[in-house]
């Protein structure tokens, strides 16, 4: 079944790793698909070329989503390119920036990270939600770390991530009477550049083994879940933030 067929999704942070799986699991869903990008457009344009070789739409918008004005800029590309609705809002993008403890940080360091994983994610459903009709779904991607405060140096991060988690809730109840849905997935170790930076092998190994499933994840698991979440099969599910961890950690 072609669940995204006829529909318009927006992936910000589309073009790599966990954002690249989820485009190009939505594309092969029948969604047209608006990968955002903004410091990589070498694999945003792999990720689309990914697209098109398996039959899949999609497009590539630059923006910098932690400014007002690019947020809505994005959005008004993508009613340019695909029509007058959207119907799915994957916001994805966002980053641990460095690792760095209370003595480390600064003002300006505090604010980019929550500019760059919280207030993008509002500023977004502040420019989509207007287009999205009912029947619409949004996920937000937060992490393992809003739930239990994340490693060391990531203590910004952590609290991004379950501001971002509680600001699911909150949409999910305002634009329920829409016919909006509102859920997050909340990743744990997962196989990508994120940890290849700046988590330790060592640590990693540990992680993983100390997961019952004795592995880290992938980012086609964590795109397979916001499928689901974005799909009919979860049609009475808003408010949700999933654990998709290999039961390392619970809600």
Known sequence: MMEGKGKIAIVTGGGRDIGRS???????????????YFNTPDKAEE???MIKQAGGEAIAVKADLTQW?????LTEETLSAYGSEIHLLVNNAGGLVARKTLPEMDEEFWDFVMDL????????HKAVVPHMPKGSSIVNIAS???????????????TSKGAMMTFTRAMSKELGPQGIRVNAVCPGLI???????FTPDAT????????PLRREGGPDEVADMVACLASSS????????????????FS
């Not at 393992?144 to 952590?158: C, F, I, K, L, W």
């Open 22 to 36: 989820i485009s190009i699991k939505l594309a092969g869903l029948g969604y047209k698909v608006v990968l955002n």
């Open 204 to 211: 990693r190994e540990a992680v993983a083994g100390k997961t």
């Open 234 to 249: 979860a049609s009475f599910v808003t408010g949700a933030n999933v654990d998709i961890n290999g039961g390392l950690a």
């Open 69 to 73: 004005d690019e947020c809505f800029r």
């Open 191 to 197: 196989g990508t550049l994120f940890h290849d930076t």
């Open 144 to 158: 393992q770390a809003g739930r239990d405060g994340g490693g060391g140096g990531a203590s910004a991060y952590a």
């Open 117 to 124: 994983n919280l207030k993008s994610t509002f500023m977004m």
């Open 47 to 49: 990720t689309l070329e």
